[in-house]
């Protein structure tokens, strides 16, 4: 942050926190989810993977709308409204005592925190001179609450504190922020034109957004979204399940300490060091990016998943290193993939259409994604072969897609360039 000029500072400081409260709420939900199938036997994990569902599906349909909403109102004004709506979800579900309580605040939260992504990024595009340091930023602070949310959710949870209580406290922060938000001073369009902020303040027409979407899906871009779909799946399925497939492992046996509540183990922190590990993947795909063709990259790194994901069910039942080491990869790779598809999306995109193509990303990863909760809880209560069969089946679609992406712009390129060298010629 050194270095930094004080608006970039100032905007930095802002989204950084924003960023970090989303993914501390966010992944707070998996580790709730084991107490909420041990407070409520009765309803199942499949019902819960709806009900969880319900409350991820809205953190990524609600893109589209956002920055359409941010182009209206302002990203801060936007970001303030995510901070305050989250914090207010979570307060919500500290008085829940029912599934339908428990519903109604996760889907609260889902519809705040899809607020921030568009919102922030818009601002960083619009505010920030130094861009690519403060997008580094902004990607570690979201990786740091990948990593503490559930790490805090499992710390207060052993130590005897009951679940509604913990919502509370995870609340906390993001009233903090809020007040933060309220009192942060400075200029949203400070590295663009008063023209262009003129221009981009405009919202999009209907018929500006449907020509739009239209131009987009007519190109490479319908495959890159496909490839983004399924990483979300695979994602968002694996981490909303991991804490409870660890529970249940032999090899925890060996971890069994005394806890403050039933269904809050230490395996929750294999699970948590697996999101820490996830920092150092995310780092090595953003250098990889410059090294390595994203659809390449993409194909390979599909590739390794699908074969984690096989490799799964079998070191489970060898014990509690090979366990460790599986996670670990498996976090270095889940998140090593994300610079590579957000690159893609760069790559593959004007940029008159970027925001529009982001928020179709978002939709994908966070929204269409969350489809993955509600079959891997039917594919659990089947069995960890269908589940893990089900991530699989996730993976090898997007390393299709990736490879059959990369073939088709070789042969594009390849086509294109006797083409040019004649056209230079007459």
């Known amino acids: 942050m050194f270095g930094l000029p004080d608006n970039d500072r100032a905007i930095a400081n802002f989204t950084m926190l924003g960023h970090s409260l989303v993914h501390w709420f966010e992944t707070s939900i998996p580790i709730f989810l084991v107490v ?34 941010t182009d209206r109102y302002g990203p801060k004004r936007l970001i303030l409204v995510c901070l305050g709506g989250m914090a207010f979800a ?8 029912s599934i339908a309580t428990i519903a109604l605040a996760l889907v609260l939260w889902g519809v705040a925190a ?57 609340a906390v922060p993001g009233f903090v922020g809020l007040a933060y938000g309220l009192s942060a001073s400075f200029d949203p369009a400070g590295a663009v034109d008063a023209d ?57 046996a060996v971890l069994d300490l005394p806890t403050g509540f039933e269904g809050i183990e230490p395996a929750d922190y294999i699970y948590v060091g697996l999101l820490v590990v996830g920092i150092a993947g995310q780092y090595a795909g953003g250098k990889l ?16 998943l699908a074969v984690l994901a096989v490799a799964f069910v079998p070191v489970r039942e060898m014990g509690l290193g090979p366990i460790i080491v599986l996670c670990a990869i498996l976090g270095f790779f889940l998140f090593a993939i994300q610079p590579f598809y957000q690159e893609a999306v760069a790559v593959h995109t004007p940029e008159d259409a970027r925001g529009l193509s982001y928020g179709y990303t978002y939709l994908g990863e966070f929204g269409l994604g969350a489809t993955s909760i509600a079959l891997g809880g039917f594919a659990l209560g089947v069995g960890l072969e269908a589940f893990f069969g089900l991530l699989i089946g996730f993976a090898l679609v997007g390393m299709a897609l990736s490879w059959g992406l990369l073939i088709a712009i070789s042969r594009f390129d390849a086509w294109q360039g006797p083409r040019a060298r004649a056209q230079s010629e007459d």
């Open 36 to 69: 909420w199938l041990t407070e409520f036997p009765d309803a199942g994990v499949a019902v819960f993977g709806l009900i969880v569902a319900l409350g991820y599906a809205p953190f990524g349909l609600g893109a589209l709308p956002a920055g359409v909403l």
């Open 90 to 97: 979570f307060v919500v579900l500290a008085f829940a005592d």
């Open 114 to 170: 899809s607020v921030y992504h568009p919102a922030g990024l818009a601002l960083i595009s619009t505010g920030v001179e130094e861009r690519p340091t403060v997008f580094a930023y902004h990607g570690i602070a979201g990786n740091v609450g990948i990593a503490l949310g559930p790490f805090v959710t499992a710390t207060l949870l052993m130590v005897g504190l009951e679940w509604q209580l913990v919502a509370a406290v995870l």
């Open 196 to 252: 262009d902020v003129s221009d981009a303040s405009e919202p999009l027409s209907l018929s500006e957004f449907v020509s739009g979407s239209r131009a987009l899906f007519a190109s490479a871009f319908a495959v890159v979204f496909a490839i983004v779909t399924f990483e979300g799946l695979f994602y968002r399925g694996i981490l909303t399940y991991l804490p409870e497939i660890l529970h249940d492992a032999p090899a925890m």
């Open 289 to 304: 990016t410059d090294r390595i063709r994203v659809e390449r990259g993409l194909a390979g790194i599909f590739a390794v």
